[in-house]
């Protein structure tokens, strides 16, 4: 449930009805996005014996979202405030810029009671030339200020759908070492994606040569691919203490690092080997 967006009409108007439209439909991102209006509509008048009144008459009570959402049977409640631009006017004149600070709040009797108010989500800060340099199309509007809300919703869209997010890592490239022809193979298939026939070459490489710590590192990183992460910190361990070099540290930490977002992603609890070497964000 998106309920009105706090902030200025003429901005905030615009923004949740392009938000409510753009909820994705294809397989594996449906979600389906409803204004506390249309929520309040589907549930009887006066059942939730709560006031949608707050401090601000634009901003609804939390406590009756909550009650609406639920009988609804809604998961979340998104709340949106657009905040003011206090840059400097030499700044604001060189480019439009547009801040929503949105608040993503599980609902349901099911969810960890002191979650309610936590905030999940985070600001979207979005400035005009680089929303064009992501969105290309969009420089093709010819209103600014309608290219900059679709920009919004854009980024607004991956707080509450399922989303990619690209990472980068360094895979460790050998030199003159035995079993280097396949790791460089290894290499090449993980860079066009084939993590599953990088993995078979990196292991061949490891089993004809133990001791090459260059396959164990990539191996690691081959296994952070298809999330275990026990294997791939093991792994990272293992090439640490066979070659304590400076990218071998940094990739032990980076596969913790993974780890802690996927225990946190999901709600799962902390891994029976506890964590070594990062600290709780």
Sequence with gaps: MVPKIVGPRELADPIHEKLLQAAPNDAGRSTR????????????????GIALVSYSVEDESDLALA???????IDFILRGEILPDRRPRSITEAGKQLTVSWRLMPVGAD???????????????????????????????????????????????PLITPTVWRDRVQLEIPYLM???????????LAVAGRWGEAEARWQEARDRYPFSSVAVHNLAIAAVARQDFSQARSLARRAVRMKPTKLHQQTLVWVERRQRAYHKAFGLPDPPEGWSVTRAQ
């Design 33 to 48: 996005l409803v204004s506390a209006e249309e929520a309040s509509r589907s549930t009887k008048e006066g059942d939730s």
């Design 67 to 73: 009650k609406t959402a639920q009988q609804s049977r």
């Design 111 to 157: 969810r960890p009671a002191q979650s309610a108010g936590r905030p999940l989500g985070q600001p979207i800060v979005v400035e005009l030339e680089s929303a064009f340099k992501r969105y290309p199309d969009l420089a093709l509007a010819t209103d600014q200020d309608l290219a900059l809300q679709a920009a919004v919703v854009r980024d607004t869209l």
């Design 178 to 188: 035995p079993g280097t022809q396949a790791i460089r193979q290894g290499n090449a």
